[in-house]
């Protein structure tokens, strides 16, 4: 699948996102509002079909939550940061 790109609060991550952040295990619970804004940017980028499994897990204590999308049997992982800044989404992982 090619990369595809926006400009929300998502962005891909990668095995150096997660060496080089601590993952905090703390039960983040997902807003409908967060829910639907990734799924949301996931269509916008030609994602169809079923979405389903969004989990979050906070990441760096108080902006990033890595989330778990799983979509047609593969599970892409994303950092999304809720700190208002604007980052790239560049396709499942």
Not at 22 to 36: C, D, K, L, M, V
Not at 37 to 58: A, N
Not at 71 to 82: A, D, I, P
Request: with cysteine; aromatic share 10%; net charge positive.
């Amino acid at each position: 699948m090619e990369l595809l790109e926006c400009k929300d609060y998502i962005v891909p991550l990668n095995p150096d996102v997660i060496i080089k952040k601590t993952i905090y295990r703390s039960s983040a619970r997902i807003t409908e509002r967060q829910r639907n804004q990734v799924k949301r940017v996931l269509r916008s980028q030609g994602y169809q079909g079923r979405i389903s499994s969004i989990r979050y897990t906070r990441v760096d204590y108080k902006y990033s939550f890595k989330v778990s999308v799983k979509y047609r049997g593969s599970v892409g992982k994303f950092l999304v940061n809720t700190k208002n800044e604007t980052v790239e989404f560049k396709g499942m992982v």
